[in-house]
């Protein structure tokens, strides 16, 4: 008897350890704001050998018909060397209105360590031009976000790696430029869990001397599979004068993050490393 009542209590807690496990939380981008996780931007394969200052506006249109727009500020910064950047982003403050009424607050910040790891100009040869460049990208999120019960943010950390390769193919007047990237992407959901998703991203774009276009379809797949894959298509076109970069972007959510998102932008580069910083 002793031993059926033990078997009995082994079987409880197995279920509800199985409960807890696969029960999906919905702390997921599909149920959350459009600032809560999106889809990090993914690098094209160089670190940046200019200090860049960006400053955006953001409007964001909800499939539920929600509104949210957003001033949008991030600074990368070459770490002493053009091969390691430091980069700090997060929308500032967000105004939106949704279902339960208008509101406003701050956004996460973000952080991330950008390391080239492999890059042409390191090899000599005519057929160094053809060998890609790598960088490693390590980031993270802090719990900064505003209004959890509104679901606005996560109030939650999280934290990302990715690699991301590409090269660069001249076509007389125009360079192609092609790249790639995976990584790993966790935060913490609920009850002291936590998901982790596969990242991936591939990205072309087109460069002139005064222009580029550049289309980037990416996303990440979380475990719980509930609102947590999300998937988009971003479509951007700048402008390149003398160190200052007008751009315009959209993003349409294809999958678990409901909004097309415009933004508008402008990017300003400051030569602040020495000429022998490069080497």
Known sequence: MKAKKLYIVICLLIGCNTAWAFTPTGVAPAFFGPNALPIPDMSDGQTYDKLRVELAADGYFGYDGSRTADLFARVQVPLFTRWANVSIWM????WYKQYDGTG????????????????????????????????IRLGMKTASGEQFERRRHFDDPGYFFDAAIGETIPMGPVELRLSGSAGFLCWQTADARQNDAVM????AQLRHTYASLQATWGGYVGWEEYGDRPMSLKLRAAGHIQGFEPYVQYQ???KDYPFHQLRIGMVYNIHILKANSER
Request: glycine fraction near 12%; aromatic fraction near 14%; proline fraction near 5%.
């Open 91 to 94: 929308p500032v403050c967000e």
């Open 104 to 135: 406003h607050g701050a956004g996460d910040v973000y952080l991330s360590t950008d390391v080239q790891v492999l890059h042409n100009s390191w090899f000599k040869g005519e057929n160094a031009q053809w060998i890609p460049q790598i960088v």
């Open 200 to 203: 991936y991203g591939l990205q």
């Open 252 to 254: 349409w959510g294809i």
